[in-house]
């Protein structure tokens, strides 16, 4: 006996165990459950209202210039004008401002139908070289952008870099030319932990096929900030990166003009480019989902506010009444 309670796999008694401790079971009652979706629908509705305010402040100008960009000539064939290094690309843009933008201005680029998020596409790159010079051979993850045809590693490494944006922007108005600032548009936690201050460009872009920009041997990639906006892979198949900044005000009806160098090749699988200023204001750059959302779940929350009290008042009933349980009101027989 005293060898089976010995042996005994029974736990050991404890409150916690037994579910014994004190807890609140709150009873939803009619004047609870009503006051609950009037207190939501009341908050909700007034931030919905607020953050659809500040979304109507921002000021955008979205201009797509892919096909635009495109001599008539190759109108059918763009890839042969993209892909010849002897055709100038080169394409103006005029930019209406619709309101007065105050600075800070952010410039972005927008691609859609490029999908960053695919498997394979993402899994391509080696942040330990990025971050470490040692790790230069680290190589593994990164075909077929891993090593030069003479079995050199490649610095970055990987189709995420190899596939840099290379489209440049050039702004002026009234004949001035617009300074866009570059510094500060990556994550200071990218710049200063994922990519290293001692770990240089080598053998990149040196390959028979160019997938897009060329970076500076003499820069460390720490430094190099549209490599690391770029290296930031999105989620979903349209989104925009930050190109610069611009640190002047643009007046209302004033037109700007885009000098752009149109060598980024999306015809190849249907993408499209867009060139985007826009302001920004404490909820972000231009969103109205949030606003929809928060009035949305206030305005149900309201609806159903209301019937709870119209069935409360015109249909009351008394609460616990065992009458209404579905073995009283349908005996079996």
């Given at each position: 006996?005293?060898?089976?309670?010995?042996?005994?796999?029974?736990?050991?008694?404890?409150?916690f165990?037994?579910?014994?401790?004190?807890?609140w079971?709150?009873?939803?009652?009619?004047?609870?459950?009503?006051?609950?979706?009037?207190?939501?629908?009341?908050?909700?509705?007034?931030?919905?209202?607020?953050?659809?305010?500040?979304?109507?402040?921002?000021?955008?100008?979205?201009?797509?210039?892919?096909?635009?960009?495109?001599?008539?000539?190759?109108?059918?064939?763009?890839?042969?004008?993209?892909?010849?290094?002897?055709?100038?690309?080169?394409?103006?843009?005029?930019?209406?401002?619709?309101?007065?933008?105050?600075?800070?201005?952010?410039?972005?680029?927008?691609?859609?139908n490029?999908?960053?998020?695919?498997?394979?596409?993402?899994?391509?790159?080696?942040?330990?070289?990025?971050?470490?010079?040692?790790?230069?051979?680290?190589?593994?993850?990164?075909?077929?952008?891993?090593?030069?045809?003479?079995?050199?590693?490649?610095?970055?490494?990987?189709?995420?870099?190899?596939?840099?944006?290379?489209?440049?922007?050039?702004?002026?108005?009234?004949?001035?030319?617009?300074?866009?600032?570059?510094?500060?548009?990556?994550?200071?936690?990218?710049?200063?932990?994922?990519?290293?201050?001692?770990?240089?460009?080598?053998?990149?872009?040196?390959?028979?096929?160019?997938?897009?920009?060329k970076?500076?041997?003499?820069v460390?990639?720490?430094?190099?900030?549209?490599?690391?906006?770029?290296?930031?892979?999105?989620?979903?198949?349209?989104?925009?990166?930050?190109?610069?900044?611009?640190?002047?005000?643009?007046e209302?009806?004033?037109?700007?003009?885009?000098?752009?160098?149109?060598?980024?090749?999306?015809?190849?699988?249907?993408?499209?480019?867009?060139?985007?200023?826009?302001t920004?204001?404490?909820?972000?750059?231009?969103?109205?989902?949030?606003?929809?959302?928060?009035?949305?779940?206030?305005?149900?929350?309201?609806?159903?506010?209301?019937?709870?009290?119209?069935?409360?008042?015109?249909?009351?009933?008394?609460?616990?009444?065992?009458?209404?349980?579905?073995?009283?009101?349908?005996p079996?027989?």
């Amino acid at each position: 006996m005293e060898q089976k309670n010995k042996n005994s796999k029974k736990p050991s008694y404890s409150r916690f165990s037994q579910q014994e401790l004190p807890a609140w079971k709150p009873i939803l009652t009619p004047g609870w459950v009503i006051a609950s979706f009037l207190t939501i629908g009341a908050l909700f509705i007034p931030i919905g209202l607020v953050a659809l305010s500040a979304s109507d402040t921002v000021v955008e100008i979205i201009d797509r210039y892919d096909e635009d960009c495109v001599p008539d000539a190759y109108s059918k064939n763009p890839e042969s004008f993209i892909q010849d290094p002897d055709i100038k690309k080169t394409c103006v843009r005029s930019l209406r401002v619709p309101k007065k933008m105050v600075a800070p201005i952010f410039v972005y680029y927008q691609l859609e139908n490029f999908y960053q998020n695919h498997r394979r596409f993402v899994k391509s790159r080696s942040d330990k070289q990025l971050r470490d010079p040692e790790a230069k051979n680290d190589t593994y993850n990164c075909f077929p952008e891993a090593r030069t045809a003479d079995n050199k590693p490649i610095v970055p490494c990987g189709l995420i870099a190899w596939s840099l944006f290379n489209d440049t922007y050039k702004l002026s108005t009234r004949g001035k030319p617009i300074t866009i600032d570059k510094k500060g548009i990556a994550w200071k936690s990218d710049t200063k932990v994922k990519f290293g201050s001692n770990v240089y460009p080598k053998d990149f872009q040196k390959g028979g096929l160019i997938g897009g920009a060329k970076l500076d041997e003499k820069v460390p990639l720490s430094e190099q900030e549209d490599l690391i906006v770029w290296m930031r892979t999105a989620a979903l198949p349209n989104f925009r990166k930050l190109y610069g900044k611009i640190d002047i005000d643009l007046e209302a009806h004033e037109t700007v003009k885009a000098e752009v160098e149109n060598n980024y090749n999306t015809y190849k699988f249907g993408g499209r480019k867009k060139l985007v200023l826009s302001t920004t204001t404490w909820i972000g750059g231009k969103n109205d989902f949030l606003g929809v959302a928060y009035i949305t779940v206030g305005g149900l929350c309201l609806f159903m506010a209301i019937n709870f009290i119209l069935l409360y008042v015109f249909r009351p009933r008394r609460l616990g009444d065992p009458s209404y349980l579905s073995w009283n009101r349908l005996p079996i027989a």
